[in-house]
């Protein structure tokens, strides 16, 4: 049986949960809010005010979605998060996955027993929590080895687990050459940097590839897609575009276009001096940007 991947431990949690107990930090010691007068203040105070309610709540939620795959208490959880946020996140990102504990009321019949653990494998199952539910059912066939069909439920859970079905999420997009890449990506996250790539149901060999009805490139190294890039248009004089790879934080503009790849029509483009808005240029050499 394969290992359970929501054991991990959710460090990005701890990561987020340091940026929000330092950040305020940092206004307040650099000082960069000068207020005109009181009112001025306090208008300040309560936009303030509104937006840290706001980051709790989300984080609470946040927290609550952690401590319900780690089998904590998610109410408790999710109250110290809303008071505490930047503290509970990095805490319980630190933390192990607890076993699943079963509590089974002994003036309850087998049977009885058997339906209420049914009823919550059934749940687990819903939320993709498949290794909680085959807890559950071998704990049945512990008290209650005449459960019908519970030895074909056992099973049956215990193949789905092996597959990728239930590892990986399953993500098709169509190429730009027409081809179909197929993304396995981890039940536990959303990111495709890292996840297992096939092309047409064959690994790819290493290189870059662009997506026909998103503005992504995926560079693939190993069968596994290495770098993400997100894909800015500059129109030049005759009417075509160069395309630039840069990552979601470079097409905001907060890092220079310095080493990115750069193409026209797909392929990368000659070398030369290329139009990058009104009054900017960009300079490029064997297919990457050299300057501006």
């Known amino acids: 049986m394969s290992l359970d991947n929501t054991s991990r431990k959710e460090l990005e949690a701890t990561v987020v949960g340091f940026c929000v107990l330092v950040i305020p930090l940092f206004f307040d010691v650099l000082d960069w809010f000068d207020f005109r007068d009181e009112e001025s203040y306090r208008q300040a105070d309560v936009i ?11 984080i609470a939620f946040w927290v609550v979605k952690i401590a319900k795959r780690q089998n904590r208490n998610e109410i408790l959880w999710g109250v110290f998060a809303f008071i505490l946020p930047g503290l509970i996140l990095i805490i319980i990102g ?3 996955k607890k076993p699943l504990v079963i509590k089974l009321d002994p003036n309850l019949s087998s049977h009885d027993q058997s339906e209420l653990l049914i009823s919550k494998a ?17 704990e049945i066939k512990k008290i209650n080895p005449a459960y019908p069909d519970i030895d074909s439920m056992i099973e049956t859970i215990k193949k789905n687990i092996t597959t990728s079905e239930i590892n990986y999420k399953r993500s098709q997009e169509k190429l730009f050459t027409g081809e179909i890449i197929e993304v396995k990506i981890a039940n536990h996250t959303d990111k ?12 790819p060999k290493d290189g870059v590839v662009r997506l026909l009805d998103k503005d992504y490139r995926y560079e693939i190294k190993n069968g596994r897609i290495a770098n993400e890039y997100f894909i800015e248009y500059f129109k030049q004089p005759d009417g075509s575009f160069l395309e630039i790879d840069t990552t979601t934080v470079l097409a ?19 070398d030369g001096i290329y ?6 240029k960009l300079k490029v050499n064997e297919g990457r940007v050299v300057g501006f």
């Open 48 to 58: 303030y005010t509104f937006i840290k309610i706001l980051i709790a709540t989300a």
């Open 252 to 270: 905001f503009g907060r890092k220079t276009r310095k080493g990115s790849r750069a193409w026209l029509n797909n392929f990368p483009a000659p």
């Open 192 to 203: 495709v940097v890292g996840a297992e790539v096939l092309i047409d149901g064959l690994p």
């Open 94 to 96: 630190l933390l192990n």
């Open 122 to 138: 059934n749940g687990f199952k819903k939320d993709g929590r498949f290794h909680e539910a085959l807890v559950l059912l071998e």
């Open 275 to 280: 139009k990058a808005g009104l009054f900017k």
